[in-house]
Nanobody, 114 residues
Framework: QVQLVESGGGLVQAGGSLRLSCVAS????????MGWYRQAPGKKRELVAT???????NVADSVKGRFTISSDNAKNTVHLQMNSLKPEDTAVYYC????????WGQGTQVTVSS
């Protein structure tokens, strides 16, 4: 089993920044991929950014140049630095962990006001 604990969401004005963090714990000692997805009201869950254990990243076009994903393999931790936030970034952000299965965090709300 894997438990994912997210932190860092909140309310910010457009143009501001937030940093999300996710720590994985449990009986799995490493990961294949960790990252973030988001879901806005009335929309499907979508990829934001992921990072593999080897360091390869996959970043959505809509956030390229504004969001940066980083990880700490030893701590099974992933961070998402979000800069130049826009109202359309408003969503629930979910931590994602893949190894011997797919796991999701409970989500953290990010609200960007105009």
């Amino acid at each position: 089993q894997v438990q994912l604990v997210e932190s860092g969401g909140g309310l910010v004005q457009a143009g501001g920044s937030l940093r999300l963090s996710c720590v994985a714990s449990g009986t799995i000692f490493s990961y294949d991929v960790m990252g973030w997805y988001r879901q806005a009201p009335g929309k499907k869950r979508e990829l934001v950014a992921t990072v593999s254990r080897g360091g390869s990243t996959n970043v959505a076009d809509s956030v390229k140049g504004r969001f940066t994903i980083s990880s700490d393999n030893a701590k099974n931790t992933v961070h998402l630095q979000m800069n130049s936030l826009k109202p359309e970034d408003t969503a629930v952000y979910y931590c994602y962990f893949a190894r011997l299965g797919n796991y999701w965090g409970q989500g953290t709300q990010v609200t960007v006001s105009s």
